[in-house]
């Protein structure tokens, strides 16, 4: 519902222009939020400052055990991605390397009644699916690995969170491209 008050700037991440490094974001990293003078740049503080900043009911639970549990799922979101995007180089299928972190998504689902991480829909959501999309598309075409093997909590969510009209608004366009693009940065083939 921010359509109205922040102005989207679509970038060629692979060619990013000058401007943007110079005059936004020095780290170059995508994405950068400018609002009240002030630049946010990583996604995990993003969310939060979005989520603080502007109106509109928050995606943060006050049940301080919810939020407790919630800093120690962004915490992991870096391991996570981390293990996951190493995972596609040097080995001919990752599965020994990615079932742990996948695990541990799917027994942090088990902790809150309901589909969501917290329970209900939350920033701890938002922190995971753009990468869980992503990289379910990948392993799943280039690694015929079901990242929802055995884990019934992970398919549910991604059931869910498939659902919100929001989240459809960001999906990935076209997996052959992101594809394509992941082959090419990870695996070296074009």
């Known amino acids: 519902g ?17 401007w943007y490094k110079e005059k936004v974001y020095p780290e170059n990293k995508v994405p950068a939020l400018e609002h009240n003078g002030k630049i946010i740049g990583e996604s995990l503080d993003l969310i939060k400052y979005v989520d603080s900043n502007f109106e509109g009911p928050s995606l943060l639970p006050d049940d301080p055990e919810k939020k407790k549990f919630f800093e120690e ?24 390397a990615v079932d742990p972190v996948f695990d541990h998504l799917e ?64 999906k990935v366009t076209d997996p052959k491209e992101l594809v394509a693009f992941y082959k090419q940065r990870f695996l070296g083939q074009k």
């Open 2 to 18: 921010l359509q109205d008050k922040i102005k989207l700037v679509p970038l060629n991440l692979p060619n990013r222009p000058a």
């Open 73 to 96: 799922l962004l915490s992991f979101v870096d391991k996570f991605v981390g293990t996951v995007f190493t995972s596609f180089k040097g080995s001919d299928h990752p599965k020994a």
């Open 107 to 170: 027994n942090a689902l088990h902790k809150f009644d309901g589909p969501f991480f917290l329970g209900e829909f939350s920033l701890a959501d938002i922190a995971y699916i753009p990468f869980i999309e992503r990289f379910q598309i990948f392993l799943s075409e280039v690694f015929q690995y079901d990242i929802t093997a055995g884990r019934p909590k992970l398919a549910a969510w991604i059931e869910e969170v498939n659902k919100l009209d929001p989240y459809k608004q960001t």
